[in-house]
């Protein structure tokens, strides 16, 4: 089935450092959703992107949607301890379950 | 948003025996639900699709009679873990799709295995 490479799996930062995850896929996605699980703690969904190219921000999160549609990223400026968790991209097709990426796990160091 | 609810949120049993895990779509008529497990460090593997009113869609390599699931209407699926190994120790977490495309999870349920 469709799988979403993410990279990087971990991601060590000073408070204040920006941060960047990318999620890659070989084919074209019809969408892709973005989720944050806080430790020991449920996926909570972010966004989802469908248009080509589209951008999307969140305060200090900025989402992007590749032109191609087989790539995107979520950038956060300025990162906070409040950041901290794994941030997984997903893909659904209608009502299909979401094929999730591996994560990123994202640390804070303040 | 659609709320779902997973109980328990721990438990610890006893080599050998069941658990059933809970799933409830609290604000949502859910034909289907997904079950996923989560490994420490790792990403949500989906486990199976659970229908309401038929029988569930497991992904390959999941042991359907080990891994019971019960979609007995449109507010409940129910996971059971029989004959519990510690390798069963897991993460399981449920959801739900709203609107086709956004999924809401239950709190997820921690199960260690003895």
């Known amino acids: 089935g469709q799988q979403v490479m993410q990279i990087p799996q971990y991601q060590h930062v000073q408070e204040g450092e920006d941060f960047t995850t990318y999620c890659n896929s070989s084919?074209?996605?019809?969408?892709i959703q973005w989720y944050k699980q806080r430790p020991g703690g449920h996926p909570v969904f972010l966004i989802q992107?469908?248009?080509?190219?589209e951008v999307k921000k969140q305060k200090r999160l900025t989402f992007q949607f590749g032109e191609a549609k087989k790539n995107s990223s979520l950038h956060i400026t300025a990162t906070q301890t409040t950041d901290v968790g794994t941030y997984f991209c997903?893909?659904?097709?209608?009502?299909?379950?979401?094929?999730f990426g591996k994560g990123t796990r994202l640390s804070v160091i303040a | 948003g659609a709320v779902v609810s997973q109980h328990p949120s721990w438990v610890i049993c006893k080599s050998g025996t069941s658990v059933k895990i809970e799933c409830r779509s609290l604000d949502f008529q859910a034909t289907t639900m997904f079950w996923y497990r989560q490994f420490p460090k790792q990403s949500l593997m989906l486990m199976a699709t659970?229908?309401?009113?038929?029988?569930?869609?497991?992904e390959q390599g999941v042991e359907k009679d080990k891994f019971l699931i019960n979609h007995a209407s449109l507010t409940l699926s129910t996971l059971t873990v029989t004959s519990a190994h510690p390798e069963d120790s897991s993460f399981y977490i449920c959801s739900v799709l709203k609107w086709r495309t956004e999924a809401f999870f239950g709190q997820g349920t921690r199960l260690t295995v003895v």
């Open positions: 997903a893909e659904s097709s209608g009502n299909t379950p979401l094929v």
């Open positions: 084919t074209t996605l019809s969408n």
């Open positions: 659970s229908n309401e009113g038929s029988k569930a869609t497991y």
């Open positions: 992107l469908v248009k080509s190219g």
